[in-house]
């Protein structure tokens, strides 16, 4: 299994962006996010393979949305 990720950081939590390989060609998105304070795993998502996405970076950017969306609304 190949994958691509990117970290970033939003507003006190890192959130770690993952480009997982389909063996179709396509990609599955994945999310972690981590409070950075204390380290404390606030969870993620791992998004359907049924719902690939066409390359690496489409699907990295939508995990990234989707973290910056749950820290909005949960952080």
Aim: net charge negative.
């Amino acid at each position: 299994m190949i994958k691509a990720e990117k970290t970033f950081a939003n507003q006190g939590y890192i959130l770690r962006c993952i480009a997982v390989s389909l063996q179709d060609g396509g990609f599955h998105a994945k999310a972690e996010i981590t409070r950075y304070e204390d380290q404390m795993d606030m969870g993620g998502a791992v998004f359907a393979p049924e719902v690939p996405f066409p390359g690496r970076a489409a699907a990295i950017e939508h995990a990234r949305a989707w973290a910056v969306e749950w820290v909005r609304n949960n952080g």
